[in-house]
């Protein structure tokens, strides 16, 4: 009791003084440090947008943007995104969910192959994919065989475009939907099939419900995906104007002809498509924070 | 009746060997024993949830050693619950009920009784980020029940609870043992649990299951 008296007595006499400052240690250091680093990239991207928009007027850009073979590829980039993201969606799903739920033989060699098309250098990817189409086994060829035998010919044509954009962005939506997975609890599907659920009516009930930001999130990161696509689809489906062009073949092909306002025009359309995904993105409040 | 006759599970470097007891129509058996000895491995195979090497287990005489979770009739109730985060509270009670492809007036019989039985009917609308500890328990219990299992497994049920809410549960699982009849295996480590809720004590030690 004696020594809580004599404590507080010393405390109000303290508080008569003046506090003594004790060493004042300052955070700006690190925020510099940390905010100059990472503002470096920021203004980097910045600028290079910035210095699109100077190179070209509005003028420029409307003439570029009302091209028939400009237009004719932005219509195909929008429907061959558009197919390659859902054909990805279907693949990445029940892919992403075995690789995150089950421990099986090869998984890890699985596992692997997914990633192959994230490091392959693009122009190696169409290579390869002309090559598979083209290959001679005996005198069976599969471009022959789907263009004689089902009339559905792919290389040089808009399937090719669909299916260069579809391995590299399937990749990537793979990743995100086994990340998704990943952040459900399995102990949920598990309790749903003590309840009567068999697996599958466990992943549809349970799993897929608390999936769906995940499944957008994927759809939209394989819809940005191929729309930067532009080696495989240059090697596989060539860059024949209006009708194998996409918007970044056509960034390439207005350059190659010394059209440089048109390929700027086209990098910034390209820019605002960019945009208008991430912003979707962050409105559907993914949690993936892009 | 629960029968696990020289059951061996084996978990990574855990195992669990040669356990063997059962459980009578209709009684309430509490299991206690310390963390980490395999109470919830015994519950998990006993629902099918977890796959074991060898034995055999049986309920009300059928031998469901090899038979999918879905197909054994076994109410559970995880000790953290899980409950499902898209689905409402009626929606948990509808799940295994829409699952028999029961028609919508059984369905909603079941739903109003359980409702009623566990004191969730102001629930009814609200997802499970919104409910309390305690109406989480309720909710599982009556997800767990709602297919009139003729076995319930409870993993724990009240160790996260306050004392108040602890007691109102005793009250409601006594008035479940009463009504339901379910034969039940309840893993608590709580001595006043067992008092209180037992018709049979079991222990686990030392990798055996023996009365208390």
Known sequence: MNDNISTSSQAGAESSKTPTIIGQRSDAIFFLVMGGLSGCFILLIVLLIIADVLFTSPNEFMKALIKPEIQAAFRLTILSCTAAAILSLWVATPLGYLLSRYRFPGRWLVDTIVDIPIVLPP?????????????????????????????FPVTFRWPAVVLAQFSVACAFAVRTMRVTFDQINPRAEDVARTLGCSRGQAFMRIALP????????????????????????????????????????????????????????????????????????????????? | MIQLCDVTVKAGDFSLNGISFHVDSGQYAVLMGQTGRGKTTI?????????????????????????LPADREIGYVPQDLVLFSTLNVRQHLEFALRLRKKSAREIAERVGELANVLGIEHLLGRNPAG?????????????????????????????????????????????????????????????????????RRLTLVDGQVNDL
């Open chain 2, 43 to 67: 519950l998990e195979a006993i629902c099918g949830l977890r796959k074991i090497a060898c034995g055999r287990i049986l309920v009300h005489g059928c031998d469901v050693t090899h038979a």
């Open chain 1, 123 to 151: 122009l190696v990817l169409g290579l390869s994919l002309l090559i598979l189409f083209h290959l001679k086994i005996g005198e069976w060829e599969l471009e022959a065989w789907l263009r004689d035998r089902l009339g």
């Open chain 1, 210 to 290: 608390q999936a769906w930001r995940g499944m957008i999130a994927a759809t939209t990161i394989a819809w940005a995906r191929a729309l930067g696509e532009f080696g495989p689809i240059l090697v596989f489906a060539g860059a024949t104007r209006m009708r194998t062009e996409v918007l970044s073949t056509t960034v390439f092909l207005e350059l190659s002809i010394g059209q440089l306002d048109a390929a700027v025009a086209v990098s910034l359309l390209m820019v605002a498509m960019a945009v208008v995904v991430l912003v979707f993105l962050r409105f559907l409040g993914t949690g993936l924070n892009v």
């Open chain 2, 131 to 199: 409910l309390s500890g305690g109406e989480s328990q309720r909710v599982a219990l009556g997800r767990a029940l709602s297919f009139r299992p003729s076995v319930l497994l409870l993993d724990e049920p009240l160790s996260a609870l306050d004392e108040v809410t602890r007691y109102e549960m005793h009250d409601l699982l006594k008035k479940i043992k009463i009504k339901s009849d379910v034969t039940t295996l309840h893993v608590t480590h709580s001595v006043e649990d067992a008092e209180v809720l037992a018709d």
